[in-house]
């Protein structure tokens, strides 16, 4: 059957222009390396604080107190670094911003290998929070500039993915390693992360903005392969560059700068307040205290290996099942997961009250934590419950939040938004993570949980009403959604 339009088809149909993505996949691990390094550092007291709290040395011996600052101190660090990265990445780019973050973590952790006091672990904690403040901010802004729109959704979790894989690394090195030689191990993706950083791009848009045109049509075409359709795709990111100004402070009046920014930080804000952070870094204290039925190390190795297994799942599903899916789903998830953790401590803490405690029976740990032979397996709600909650953050409420960071920010105010949202972000885990273990001991265990249970419910709620779905969407379409307020569509004039 012959179409009305078979006139006007012609008869050489040129051939797509395909898109090689393995230079773009090597950028994108070359960067992401910083992420590992952060998830390693952040979780490095998990498995130090017992160590601690039992050793010899009076110089590293360490009480609730101290304790609580070698946990939190790192966030200062990060929300240092934040401030940092505002500056850094519109002005040095966001490539040489994530390799300059090597210098205070390979600092850090040299002071921590060789810490003889406690200011030294304190101190190392704080450059290494440094550094990941500065890559928090960078590595998801250089991942999705330089990725088109068909992988973005994949490779924006992949400092997420990164992260969760050297918090796994941490846990399981520190089965086998002394704590000093943690320190010496997390040299090694740093310095990793610094050579190949060498040989990669600097992200097209930021050189589009410098005035590099030519420098950024290499770039993209070797992220893109040669025989891709990279000029169409490089006139659009000029056009987008060029039609925006540098921010000013009359600018935040304008829904296409302010709704975006606000969306993102209120993000990076109730992503925190989840308790993610504190729950992390005192995992190996928080089994301790709810006295599960295995050794807390092994608990938390496999807490580990359950948030590599979700954030993996997360990556396949992101340009699948859309943003908004995934992050009502990891809401629900955590806030049955924090109710079933705020029930199983309230009841210690009940039967705490009504125990006497005899010499062949159980002793006692703050509130809400009975540490004894207990072998019924109720035991194990705790180790369930942390998975669940390390399971549904991982798949919507860590990975997501970074990439809708990426994807909405205006480019005007990308570089100092982002720094933003990292600072408002590590203030936020700081607070909880230095009240988390005197709240634990003062309340019970029960009262943090409960907080944190609350906070999912108000998760769901932002989502709603909130975040837009970005799902196969470009930047410059995305942009267009902000500026037009309802419609993603680019129409040309």
């Known amino acids: 059957m012959v179409t009305e339009h078979s006139e006007t088809t012609p008869l050489l149909i040129n051939q797509p222009k395909q898109t090689r993505n393995g230079w773009l996949y090597l950028a994108v691990l070359s960067a992401v390396l910083g992420n590992f390094n952060f998830g390693f550092s952040l979780v490095y007291p998990s498995p130090v604080i017992p160590k601690l709290q039992s050793s010899d040395n009076p110089r590293l011996h360490m009480d609730t107190h101290q304790i609580s600052w070698f946990g939190s101190i790192f966030t200062l660090g990060a929300a240092a670094g934040g401030l940092s990265a505002m500056l850094m990445n519109d002005r040095t780019g966001r490539k040489l911003s994530i390799m300059l973050s090597a210098v205070p973590s390979t600092v850090g952790y040299l002071l921590m290998g060789a810490a003889q006091n406690i200011w030294m672990l304190l101190l190392g904690r704080f450059l ?38 050297g ?15 943690l320190a010496v191990a997390g040299e090694v993706p740093v310095l990793l992360m610094l050579i190949l950083l060498c040989f990669m791009p600097n992200s097209p848009r930021y050189l589009i903005s410098q005035g590099k045109r030519d420098e950024a049509c290499r770039a993209l075409k070797w992220l893109r392969g040669p025989d891709s359709d990279y000029m169409t795709e490089l006139n659009q990111i000029e056009r987008s560059v060029n039609s925006q100004v540098g921010l000013q402070w009359s600018d935040l009046r304008s829904p296409f700068y302010y709704k975006p920014i606000m969306i993102s930080v209120f993000m990076r804000f109730l992503q925190q307040m989840t308790g993610i952070t504190p729950i992390l870094v005192y995992l190996e204290p928080i089994f301790h205290k709810t006295n599960i039925s295995l050794d807390p190390k092994y608990d938390a190795a496999i807490v580990g290996a359950v948030r590599l297994l979700s954030v993996m799942i997360a990556a396949s599903l992101m340009d699948r099942a859309g943003r908004k899916t995934l992050l009502f789903t990891s809401g629900f998830l955590m806030y049955l997961a924090m109710l079933s953790m705020t029930m ?11 125990v006497t405690v005899e010499a062949s029976g159980q002793l006692l740990e703050g509130h809400g934590a009975v540490m004894g032979p207990l072998t019924n397996s109720i035991t194990l709600i705790p180790l369930i419950s942390t998975m669940v909650i390390i399971f549904g953050y991982a798949m919507g409420w860590g990975p997501i939040t970074w990439l809708l960071m990426s994807e909405i920010l205006p480019l005007g105010a990308r570089g100092i938004a982002s720094g933003l949202c990292v600072v408002v972000s590590w203030v936020t885990a700081f607070i ?3 009240l988390f273990m005197h709240a634990a001991d003062a309340y019970g265990m029960f009262a943090p949980f409960l907080f944190f249970c609350v906070i999912c419910v108000v998760n769901i709620i932002f989502t709603a009403k909130c975040v837009p779905e970005t799902k196969g969407r470009t930047l410059e379409e995305i942009e267009n959604y902000f500026r037009t307020g309802r419609s993603f569509t680019i129409v040309d004039s």
């Open 128 to 165: 290494t929070g440094f550094a990941g403040g500065i890559t928090a901010s960078s590595i998801p802004v250089y991942v999705s500039e330089i990725s088109h729109p068909g992988v973005r959704g994949a490779l924006g979790s992949c400092p997420q993915i990164t992260a969760v894989f």
């Open 432 to 434: 909880l993570t230095q």
């Open 167 to 181: 918090c796994l690394a941490l846990y399981a090195l520190g089965l086998v390693l002394d704590w000093r030689w």
């Open 344 to 354: 199983y401590t309230l009841k210690a803490s009940c039967d705490v009250s009504n």
